[in-house]
């Protein structure tokens, strides 16, 4: 089961949509968005609990090691009870707890323990080099006037 959680809004560029699937969903229903969406991990829930985390590389590893099937769900292939991010959604907090943890992956939660979304190194890194790029441009825009505008990656 497919789950958005568009009534929670958090705006943070630093965090993906929100969405998370069931302890139950089938592997292959999944698959497609890794592949074809571009994510590189989802939340898996057991009700409204974080129960685990199921990444690119562990479906990839699962179907190297030739114990991957169709009818495989997702419990059966994540990472059960994983470090989980709660606090300040700023770039050198997400980047330190990975860095810490030595994780590229993670799920988010509010300050209410509710699950809003999954951010990664990548996403960190591609925040922080926008954030230098704005930063550049307002320098710009001092020194030399006109309009240098931060436009998004």
Not at 36 to 45: H, K
Not at 64 to 89: D, H, S, W
Not at 126 to 152: H, I, N, T, V, W
Request: with cysteine.
């Amino acid at each position: 089961m497919i789950k958005q959680f568009n009534n929670r809004r958090v705006k943070c560029p630093l965090i993906r949509k929100k969405v998370a699937v069931s302890t139950g969903t089938p592997v292959e229903e999944i698959v497609p968005w890794f592949f074809e969406d571009g994510r590189m991990a989802i939340a898996v829930m057991d009700g409204d609990n974080i129960a685990g985390i199921i990444t690119r590389n562990d479906i990839i590893k699962h179907y190297y090691a030739g114990i991957l099937t169709p009818r495989m769900t997702v419990e059966q292939v994540m990472t059960k009870n994983p470090t989980v991010f709660k606090g300040k959604r700023t770039v050198r907090n997400i980047r330190k707890f990975l860095d810490a943890a030595e994780i590229r992956h993670v799920p988010v939660l509010n300050e209410q323990d509710e699950f809003v979304g999954v951010t990664s190194d990548t996403i960190v890194l591609k925040a922080a080099l926008k954030k230098l790029r704005c930063e550049g441009d307002e320098m710009k825009r001092f020194f030399l006037g006109g309009d240098y505008s931060c436009q998004p990656l």
